[in-house]
C-alpha cells in the first residue's frame, strides 16, 4: 500500500476504518531542516515504543491524544486528524534554536516555562510565529492558540514530573496537535528523543537527539536507555 502522507521520520497509511490511520515509525534521522541525515537502526521500533508509553501515561493523566492502538513493532493505530501547521514547543531550560537566538547560555533554567509557536513549513525552516501570525495566516485561531498554549503547559507538567521520576530532565520539547472529523484538539505526532531534548537528571549526559546533532556517538544507546527507564517506571 502506498503512504497517504510520508513525512522526514513517519508514514501515514490509510486503513479499513476510514477514521482510523496505520502511523509507520521510520529508520530515518534528519536534523538542521533535513540538511542533516542519517540511517539509524531500531529508531523507528524505539520512537514508536516510547511514543506509545507517553501517550498511554498522558491520556492516563487526562490529555487527549490521537493514539486508537498499538499494532506492531514500527506501527500505531491512531485517529484521523488534521494535523494544524503550528509547532508547540515548550522549554524549561535554554538549549538549541532558543541559546543561539539569545545567546544565552545552555541549561540556564527559567523561572516559568516558555512556550513558543512556530510554522510548520520545512521550505521556510519553521520559521517563529505568535498568534497573531497564526490568525492572519488562518493556521489557527486565537482560541485554537490559547488553547494550546494551556494544553503545552499541561503536558510539560505532567511529562516534567515524570521524566524526573525516570532520572531525565525534560529540557525542551516540541508538540504538534490535531483536529478530529468532531472539531477536537488531540495532542498528535510523536512524543521521543526525537522531539524532546532529555539530559541524565544526576549527569546532564544528554540522550535525545543532539547526539546525532552534535557527533556525539551512541545515539540509539540514548534512545534504548530512555526507553528502558521510561518501562521500568511504568512496571513499577
Ligand atoms: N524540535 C523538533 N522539531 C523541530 C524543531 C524542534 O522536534 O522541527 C524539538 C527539538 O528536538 C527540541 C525542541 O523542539 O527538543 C526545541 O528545539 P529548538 O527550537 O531549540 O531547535 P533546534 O535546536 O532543534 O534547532
Not at 61 to 85: C, F, M, P, Y
Not at 93 to 99: D, V
Not at 126 to 146: F, G, V
Not at 207 to 230: C, P, Q, T, W
Request: hydrophobic share 40%.
Amino acid at each position: 500500500m502506498e503512504p497517504i502522507y510520508e513525512g522526514k521520520a513517519k508514514k501515514l497509511y490509510t486503513t479499513d476504518d476510514a477514521e482510523v490511520l496505520r502511523m509507520e515509525y521510520k529508520d530515518d534521522a534528519t536534523a538542521f531542516n533535513a540538511q542533516k541525515k542519517a540511517q539509524f537502526e531500531n529508531k523507528g521500533k524505539l520512537n514508536k515504543a516510547i511514543t506509545l508509553l507517553m501517550y498511554e501515561m498522558l491520556e492516563a493523566k487526562g490529555v487527549a491524544t490521537h493514539l486508537v492502538s498499538d499494532l506492531d513493532e514500527v506501527n500505531l493505530l491512531v485517529k484521523r486528524v488534521e494535523i494544524l501547521q503550528v509547532e508547540v514547543i515548550v522549554r524549561n531550560l535554554a538549549a538549541g534554536s532558543f541559546s543561539k537566538r539569545m545567546a544565552v547560555e545552555v541549561g540556564s533554567e527559567f523561572k516559568i516555562p516558555i512556550v513558543e509557536f512556530s510554522y510548520k513549513s520545512d521550505e521556510l525552516g519553521d520559521p517563529l510565529i505568535n498568534d497573531d501570525y497564526a490568525r492572519e495566516m488562518k493556521l489557527a485561531t486565537p482560541e485554537e492558540c490559547a488553547f494550546l498554549k494551556e494544553q503545552a503547559l499541561v503536558i510539560n507538567e505532567v511529562m516534567t514530573a515524570f521524566f524526573l521520576e525516570c532520572g531525565l530532565k525534560l529540557v525542551d520539547f516540541k508538540i504538534e496537535f490535531g483536529k478530529g472529523s468532531d472539531g477536537k484538539i488531540v495532542l498528535a505526532d510523536e512524543v521521543s528523543p526525537d522531539t524532546c531534548r532529555l539530559w541524565d537528571a544526576t549527569t546532564g549526559e544528554k540522550m535525545d537527539k543532539d547526539r546525532f546533532r552534535e557527533d556525539l556517538g551512541g545515539v540509539m544507546d540514548g534512545y534504548e536507555e530512555v526507553l528502558a527507564r521510561i518501562s521500568k517506571v511504568l512496571t513499577k
